[in-house]
């Protein structure tokens, strides 16, 4: 076989996959569309009825004596409380961060110093009336 021959024939394959890996996805896409719309409420609760009554057939609950249901009471509670902790953990760091930050907020404020004019002469004080908002401000505040 010639070169070109085999080349056309790569090619020819390579368009093949293509088409094929096109239509493969969008039949995935259409099956996927279907399963989930297929799945209404009335058929979630049936398909729960049916699955209870064969699990239910099957008798697992022979299986289960009064130190078994205990084993699984504590494992279930014991998995509650690691629940429960992890979601005290997040609040108290979450509390930790907001204090840092506030802490962190008035340590800058007292750090800076107040501006102090070096030049003020105490015998030159200039009363002046006030401005109309201070001067409603002082008298809401009476």
């Known amino acids: 076989?010639?070169?070109?021959a085999l080349q056309q024939r790569v090619a020819r394959a390579e368009q093949r996959v293509e088409l094929r890996a096109t239509h493969t996805q969008t039949q995935?896409?259409?099956?996927?569309?279907?399963?989930?719309?297929?799945w209404t409420p009335g058929r979630?609760?049936?398909a729960g009825l049916v699955s209870g009554f064969l699990v239910g057939r099957a008798e697992p609950l022979r299986a289960l004596t009064g130190v078994r249901w205990m084993q699984m009471?504590?494992?279930?509670?014991?998995?509650?409380?690691?629940?429960?902790?992890?979601g005290a953990a997040e609040q108290?760091?979450?509390?930790?961060?907001?204090a840092q930050e506030v802490q962190a907020e008035a340590e800058g404020a007292t750090l800076e110093e107040p501006v102090?004019?070096?030049?003020?002469?105490?015998?030159?004080?200039?009363?002046?009336?006030?401005?109309?908002?201070?001067?409603?401000?002082?008298?809401?505040?009476?």
């Open 116 to 142: 102090v004019d070096q030049t003020f002469d105490e015998d030159d004080i200039v009363v002046t009336a006030p401005r109309p908002a201070e001067a409603a401000t002082e008298l809401s505040e009476r």
């Open 73 to 86: 009471f504590s494992a279930v509670s014991g998995l509650l409380a690691t629940v429960q902790a992890a």
């Open 44 to 46: 979630i609760v049936i």
């Open 1 to 4: 076989m010639r070169f070109e």
């Open 92 to 98: 108290a760091e979450q509390a930790a961060d907001t």
């Open 28 to 38: 995935w896409t259409t099956l996927k569309q279907a399963w989930r719309a297929g």
